[in-house]
């Protein structure tokens, strides 16, 4: 009894404290000792840190390093290449201000999709979408819905082959790719862009009906992609005049849409190549011989994604040699981008992994798991996006989810005749719903980054980042029940 109260008791600490701004990489090691000491387990607590709680952190990064590391490089590449200013200028200057609303959203989901970090993608694309709203006299306060339907939706943990962290962590627990079911991923996926964008632009016409314009805003962050007002107002974007995150480029055409483009084709197309044809043909017993605990069929799956990432990588740095500004810098740069993200997530696994050996952890994982023991797609999708909105974090909710019911799940599911592609895709969207509260880190360096409070923006933000999601997930359940994996 007093372990399970221990444990509720951290876990809205963890939503709190987070909210109030401090960091996870010393929450989550506190709270998981606290936890152990409120139990009444006292002797425990140092060494529930030293070997469980870091032996879940550790366990994390021996997974996940490489993705989160090769992913933030790419991130950097694309942005301090040029590639991401190029693709953004040719979308907007394709669409126009007229359609604001929809350029942003595209500019976005092709990024993200590609590989290219959310957090980079909000850094890059915010001064495009400053300067498309003033013109099209959107209200600044729908931004970062726009935003948040292109980033963090569809594209982060619905459409098959989306190299996003979410979309990899399953696949050692499930034995699956980041291609799981993916005609049901596609509709989830097409479920949040329409409604979506019908949200997003519904409220924009609800505006421009009342007299509500852009605004009087101090627009202080001027990093990113800057496109020139009258530009985008004929529909005619200069090519040449740029600006990139960090520096200005004042070369005629440094990279054009065409070789921009090739490297997020590369990660997606070379992903699906080794998952359905090269990996298939290739005979793994000699391999399994010379390392007799490899799980292969769990590990497939995450060495698609860092071979593609990495041939991903080394063709942009080919096709820039002899115009990087400081490659060594974007390399570094890229390096130390994925240190936070990833130790974060890790610290939350470990906090998992501590919670997942107290005894009242029991009562609880029973009751979740028995919430819908004829259908544990249901039990599923309500763990992973309860564990997500409490820690704020889609990827942290669902690596302490997977690692602490990961094994329950697949049992289940294998009882019940359930494929696990459909499991892995109902977890991965499930934590795209209450991830987004507002304690969530990338809901809060997004309205930093836009100048715009809670108050002014995150109803919408809310609407198209959990509502929608909630709404595709449900369906995407309802039909996997019905039709099964497909």
Known sequence: MFSTIAIIITLLLLMFFAYRGYSVLILAPILAVLAVFLSGDFLSSIPAYTDIFMGGLSGFLLKFFPIFLLGAMFGRLMGDSGAAT????????????????LAIILVCALLTYGGVSGFVVVFAIYPVAKNLFKIADIPKRLIPAAISVGSFTFTLTA?????????????????????????????????????????????????????????????????????????ISQNNTTQGEEFVTGHTVKEKAPISFTMAIIPLILVIGINALLVYAIFPSIDFSALQTQFPDLNIAGSLGLWSIIISLVIACLVLIIMRVGHWHNLQKTINNGTYDSMLPIFNTGSEVGYGAVIASLAGFIIIRDSILNISPNNPLISEAIAMTTLAGITGSSSGGLSIALATLGEDYLRMAVSAGIDPELMHRVAVMASGGLDSLPHNGAVITMLGICGLTHKQAYLN??????????????????????????
């Open 461 to 486: 933000v809310a609407a198209v980042t959990i509502a929608i999601p909630i709404i595709a997930i449900i369906a995407v359940i309802t039909l996997g029940t019905v039709f099964g994996s497909f």
């Open 159 to 231: 459409l098959p082959g989306t190299p996003a962290i979410q979309n990899a962590i399953p696949i050692p627990y499930y034995n699956t790719n980041l291609f799981a079911a993916p005609i049901l991923g596609v509709i989830g996926g097409i479920i949040m862009f329409v409604l979506g964008w019908w949200w997003v632009q519904s409220r924009a016409n609800k505006a421009k009906s009342a007299g509500e314009g852009y605004g009087q805003h101090k627009d202080g962050f001027e990093g990113g992609i800057n496109v020139a007002k009258s530009d």
């Open 86 to 101: 190029v693709i953004a200028n040719a979308i907007v200057k394709k669409l126009g201000s007229s359609k604001a609303i």
